[in-house]
């Protein structure tokens, strides 16, 4: 089965062109925000020099490599927790993927429209992930109650779930992404149960400006300042 990576950020932010580098397609990419509304899908293949080795040595009938799927989400606004924008159909769309790609911009271009009328990576950043952790935070709440009731009735499964809903409510009410709780085997099935949005790695990605291709930009810097504790316990 295929990775699958979702393509997230604020409206018109370069999502859909950066969708459009990765898989060769044709998204429809404009300057105005909102221009995706369903998710546009796309393939690659992952390049791998070990396996153009191993089909010299071995000379299998057929070669597989391995493939990622992109998905080029709409844009999420303020309030996408509370189902502002078509919030709860896009962190729908956020929900399917095994990781994200955050998309920042990192450039200052006034015929570019910013939907906050100004660029300010790290703020912009923020506001994707406070939507992400608030709708985390509901789902913990709605499960949390459950699983004390069967902890308290000595299941220790359930008690296991328990504890790590309890760390996970606290890094979320701190404002913090649930993926900074370091989590075992042992989670792996309330993991994949509640399924939260915070818990899926994230790769943050500089839209810059041509003349900051190979060395970024002040705004680059301050996303990279930004982003520089986000690491598991």
Known sequence: MALKCGIVGLPNVGKSTIFN??????AQAANFPF???EPNIGVITVPDERLVRLTELVVPEKVQPTTVEIVDIAGLVKGASKGEGLGNQFLGNIRETDAILHVVRCFDDPNVIHVDGSVNPVRDKEIID???????LDTVEKSIGKYEKQAKAGDKQAQVAYDLLKQFKEVLEEGKSARVIKTGEEHASILKQINLLTVKPVLYVCNVDEASAKNGNAFVEQLKEAVKDEVRK
Not at 130 to 136: A, C, F
Request: hydrophobic share 45%; with cysteine.
């Open 21 to 26: 580098a990765l898989t060769n397609a044709k």
């Open 130 to 136: 406070i939507e992400l952790q608030l709708k985390d």
């Open 35 to 37: 221009c995706t509304i």
